[in-house]
């Protein structure tokens, strides 16, 4: 299911095998995996809806996990 939610920060360590995403909605850190074969395109959504102070669709891996599976626009026609 997914979560609506606003980015507040990302940490993007190259040497990591994730980055770090936090939400204004949550106190925790949530991780994207470098893995992921849409990492490329979910942190772009990410870092766009940083920027323009948009929330987003957050799809965790579990409900109540911690890793990010995928992400949606709120943004309406």
Do not use: C, W
């Amino acid at each position: 299911m997914y979560q609506e939610m606003t980015v507040a920060l990302i940490r993007d360590r190259q040497d990591a095998d994730s980055v770090q995403v936090a939400f204004s909605e949550s106190a925790r850190f949530y991780k994207l995996s470098r893995q992921n074969p849409k990492f490329a395109d979910i942190l772009g959504h990410l870092r766009e809806a940083h920027e323009k102070k948009q929330a987003v669709r957050v799809l965790l891996s579990i409900p109540q996990g911690e890793v990010i599976e995928d992400v949606e626009s709120t943004a309406r026609p």
